[in-house]
T-cell receptor, first 115, second 112 residues
Framework: DAGITQSPRHKVTETGTPVTLRCHQTENHRYMYWYRQDPGHGLRLIHYSYGVKDTDKGEVSDGYSVSRSKTEDFLLTLESATSSQTSVYFC??????????????FGPGTRLTVL | GESVGLHLPTLSVQEGDNSIINCAYSNSASDYFIWYKQESGKGPQFIIDIRSNMDKRQGQRVTVLLNKTVKHLSLQIAATQPGDSAVYFCAEVTSGTYKYIFGTGTRLKVLA
């Protein structure tokens, strides 16, 4: 299994509080992604990174920010959590040119509940 | 691990039979199409991909077919096994963007 961990694995928080989710990889992959997964929507891309300090928005980026200060860590921050951000969050990594070009490796997920 | 939500389209297949999972995609400009498998409580796992200039690609026990005319992708699993029970997602991506767009998924149930 690719070395990807997510922390925390579960979190319950209140509306209006800041939340930071961490994705850590040991594979030295260049690309890292944050997705959310909700019933009826599949996986939706929030933000992704193509290198240290290089990030871009996905299709559902409103209300989220990210940072990547080093290759192995990609942080997702909800500045002021809302109930609509209750979801399961997945981190993924990829390295085009290694193995299958489009192969993404996913972490185990974080279940976030915003009350 | 974390689990996928309920209310997905479900395909039930007898063990040993072949399975066909279908997907409609949206972007004519997508260069690659990918199939993922997600088991209960886990993150998605890459199965196989296909370039837009191909119409068929085979892997181990799996075949992906691409019909660009009707924007349709299918995943065929030969001799379906209990371990194939999972949710299957298709995804599309345009080269250079790395913005993957996922479908909503299909649950495959393998009946013993």
């Amino acid at each position: 299994d690719a070395g990807i961990t997510q922390s925390p694995r579960h979190k319950v928080t209140e509306t209006g509080t800041p939340v930071t989710l961490r994705c850590h990889q040991t594979e030295n992959h260049r690309y890292m992604y944050w997705y959310r997964q909700d019933p009826g929507h599949g996986l939706r891309l929030i933000h992704y990174s193509y290198g240290v300090k290089d990030t871009d928005k996905g299709e559902v980026s409103d209300g989220y920010s990210v940072s990547r200060s080093k290759t192995e860590d990609f942080l997702l921050t909800l500045e002021s959590a809302t109930s609509s951000q209750t979801s399961v969050y997945f981190c993924a990594i990829s390295e085009p040119g290694q193995g299958e070009d489009n192969e993404q490796f996913f972490g185990p997920g974080t279940r976030l509940t915003v009350l | 691990g974390e689990s996928v939500g309920l209310h997905l389209p479900t395909l039930s297949v007898q063990e040993g039979d072949n399975s066909i999972i279908n997907c409609a995609y949206s972007n004519s400009a997508s260069d690659y199409f990918i199939w993922y498998k997600q088991e209960s409580g886990k993150g998605p796992q890459f199965i196989i991909d296909i370039r837009s200039n191909m119409d068929k690609r085979q892997g181990q026990r799996v075949t992906v077919l691409l019909n660009k005319t009707v924007k349709h992708l299918s995943l065929q699993i030969a001799a379906t096994q209990p371990g194939d029970s999972a949710v299957y997602f298709c995804a599309e991506v345009t080269s250079g963007t790395y913005k993957y767009i996922f479908g909503t998924g299909t649950r495959l149930k393998v009946l013993a």
